[in-house]
């Protein structure tokens, strides 16, 4: 106690002192806050959407970021953070996001596997990122549409399948953390695709709710196999991967004659 009085017992040290104690009231404030910040990743679509404005009803502060991994400039995203009023960046991850996710999906099939490239993006990339600019934007939480919900138990947080059976989205996310997934929230975990559509009509949404939406690879558009061949042809490919090719389709073509001559289960 007398230390603090001696601190304010000289201009300098009073001048010192207020900036402490205002200091410290801006961290307090800053930690109360970012309980309440949520960053949501989006798309722009249906789900992102819907996912902001059930957040916001819940009384977070929304921040969006929208990933830029390929094509054009996310405008959707734009406009919409404009409506609902709420932060909003674009981080370009154009040149990482192709030289790992896209870079592994064609090597995979390269090396006649078939890639799954959702479930390698959301640990390495997607939720890395995510993390990252919740940080640097002092958000708490972080949020996307995925259909799926968690649980605490024994101390740990399991990743469970949402309700909707048709658009479970939980074998996705089955790679990351639990650092990670503490900060992790699933709105539409309860909810499935045609009730996220009804609750964006009755929000004012009625062009976003009948939108429809992509069953795809994110960064293809159109049929994957042309996606491929323009790839591999910007990629130096040696003999022997060629042969590796040429090899798994023989083994594909030899698995499927060999089916009707046998009730075993095949694997491919």
Not at 30 to 36: A, L, T
Not at 93 to 101: N, Q, V, Y
Request: hydrophobic share 35%.
């Amino acid at each position: 106690m007398n230390a603090i009085f001696t601190l304010f017992s000289t201009p300098y040290g009073y001048l010192m002192g207020i900036l402490y104690i205002c200091t410290n009231a801006i961290i307090r404030c800053g930690m109360k806050e970012s309980n309440k910040r949520v960053l949501v990743g989006m798309s722009g679509g249906i789900d992102s959407t819907a996912t902001c404005l059930m957040l916001q009803e819940q009384g977070y502060e929304i921040v969006g970021v929208t990933m830029r991994v390929w094509g054009d400039e996310p405008q959707d995203a734009r406009e919409l953070a404009a409506r609902m009023g709420i932060e909003h960046y674009v981080a370009d991850e154009r040149i990482p996001f192709k030289d790992t996710i896209v870079r592994n999906f064609i090597d995979e099939y390269r090396q006649g596997r078939t890639p799954n490239p959702c479930v390698m993006c959301n640990p390495l990339f997607k939720f890395r990122v995510l993390t990252e600019w919740a940080d640097r934007l002092n958000c708490g939480w972080i949020a996307t549409g995925h259909y799926s919900r968690l649980e605490e138990r024994n101390g740990n947080v399991y990743i469970v399948a949402g309700d909707d059976e048709k658009k479970d989205q939980s074998y996705f996310l089955w790679r990351l953390g639990q650092e990670v997934l503490r900060r992790c929230i699933f709105p539409l975990g309860n909810y499935t695709k045609l009730k996220v559509r009804d609750y964006l009509h009755d929000k004012g949404y009625e062009a976003k709710a009948k939108e429809g939406e992509s069953m795809e690879v994110c960064f293809i558009k159109g049929d994957y196999r042309d996606f491929l061949r323009e790839q591999l042809s910007l990629i130096h490919i040696s003999e022997p991967t060629r042969l590796g090719m040429i090899s798994y389709a023989v083994f594909c073509l030899k698995k499927k004659k060999d089916k009707h001559k046998s009730r075993m289960p095949s694997y491919a």
